[in-house]
């Protein structure tokens, strides 16, 4: 296994030092150990159950630790202050449906601008501009108008991604983004990723069980029997 870094590293944008984490009494995570670094596109690959989901669970504070330490953008997910640094983590979970309101896919994707303009105000001119902007590299400009609830299931997903991209995210966390997708929108959901990567230093994280998509990326983690470890490109397994 390679080298960690040390804790604390400027580095990276998460860091997992002996992490066990579950459900109930089960443990789904065991003493996991990773570093994900800043400005990368990393893999999680691995069987069902294995923890994949789980462990962006716990970047977002939506699970904590039972033991171990977590780090991620320099802060501690499920801890008082950890409010601020969500507002500089995108998400795109599995599956993401269009939602019971009548909104357009442009309001819907402006969502993810709240957070920077703050509670209760309204969107400014920069604000719209990011909106627009984040529909344009996610590929559904001409969809601006269009209800959410008439798209198919992968306009939906670069929905949700163009959301995290409007927020002007430094981290996204995608869980079985191309899911929805056939293999010309797969490799398409990854050039974007990359481009947001060269272009801004995003950040990203990428559940898959897709070859392809798992092949594409810069790193790759396989979990497995609670912990993950990590493998050259191209030797990822599914």
Known sequence: MEPLTEPGSSGAAIQARNVTAGYGKRAVLRELSLDIERGSITALCGPNGAGKSTFLKLCLGLLRLR??????????????????????IGYVPQNTAGGALPVSVRDAVAMGRYGRAGL??????????????????????????????????GQTQ???????????AE?????????????GGRAELLRIIREQQALKGLTAVVVSHDEGTI?????????????ASPLPGG????
Not at 128 to 139: F, L, Q, S
Not at 215 to 227: K, L, P
Not at 235 to 238: L, N, R, S
């Open 235 to 238: 030797e990822a397994g599914v």
């Open 120 to 153: 209760g105000r309204p969107l400014r001119g920069r604000d719209w501009e990011k909106v627009d902007e984040a529909m344009e590299a996610a590929g559904i400009g001409a969809l601006a108008q269009r209800p959410v609830q008439e798209l198919s299931g």
């Open 215 to 227: 092949a594409g990326c810069g790193r790759i983690y396989r979990f497995q029997e609670g912990g």
């Open 67 to 88: 033991e171990g330490s977590l780090s991620v953008l320099g802060g501690a997910p499920g801890l008082r202050g950890f409010r601020g640094t969500l507002l500089r």
């Open 171 to 183: 981290l996204l966390l995608l869980d079985e983004p191309t899911s929805n997708l056939d293999a």
């Open 158 to 168: 670069r929905v949700a991604l163009a959301r995290s991209l409007a927020m002007e």
